[in-house]
């Protein structure tokens, strides 16, 4: 199996299963590292043993620097997607069989953690119209199915979602406790407005050319 193919495999397993590849490989090379040290100590020279400690002294240095960088890039990245990232994109609003609103929307994860995009019974999908909350009738896939409540690295599925239509306006659809597994994660929200999209969509209709 390439490298490469085998990284892409690695990215997209659980959580706990990555932490744990990572501490095995820690581990291995820890040892190996051991090793050649100590038979350099044993068997070299004073003037290289002197040598060896040295860049080995190097190395530690550096791994540690590197974890402890790993640790803090981790924890700024994980605090950057809750704040900022929006995997969420609505294409279109439309009327469906007059007491329902059809919504087509895409999820995007363009991170290298998994996106856990619904709860258990997919409650954390509203529809937030002035004082009033719907829940969605129906969440599926485009091609019918179940939407899933994760999203891998790197994957884009688009939906639809199906709501009760309300007296108050379109509204807007809020996706609440979406969080992307990592060491420390935290949920986030977003909220998109649909009459904000309906209007885009009929203002980039009225520029389409007239036949």
């Known amino acids: 199996m390439a490298i490469k193919d085998y990284i892409e495999q690695l990215q997209n397993q659980p959580y706990e299963k ?19 040290w100590g038979a350099l100590t044993i068997w070299g020279p004073k003037s290289k043993n002197n ?17 402890d960088q790993f640790g803090k890039d981790s924890q700024v990245n994980q605090t950057a997607l809750s704040a900022s990232q929006k995997p969420v994109t609505v294409s279109s609003v439309e009327a469906y069989r007059e007491s329902e609103l059809l919504v087509r929307f895409t999820v ?6 998994l996106l856990v995009f619904l709860n258990t019974d997919s409650s954390n999908v509203k529809l937030i119209s002035g004082n009033t909350s719907s829940s969605q009738n129906s969440l599926v896939t485009e091609a019918g199915v179940r939407f899933p409540s994760k999203i891998l690295s790197g994957q884009t599925i688009s939906g639809l979602l199906l709501f009760p ?35 885009k ?7 389409l050319p007239r036949q």
């Open 165 to 199: 239509k309300t007296e108050e306006g379109y509204g807007n659809l809020v996706i609440s406790d979406m969080y992307y597994e990592g060491q420390n994660p935290t949920p986030f929200s977003q909220e998109v407005s649909l009459d904000e999209i309906i209007m």
């Open 201 to 207: 969509v009929k203002n980039e209709s009225e520029l």
């Open 18 to 36: 990555r932490v744990r590849t990572l501490w095995t490989a820690t581990f291995a090379i820890g040892a190996v590292v051991v090793l050649v």
């Open 108 to 113: 995007t994860n363009p991170t290298d953690e």
């Open 51 to 67: 040598d060896s400690g040295s860049f080995f002294g190097n190395l530690q240095a550096q791994y540690q620097k590197a974890k």
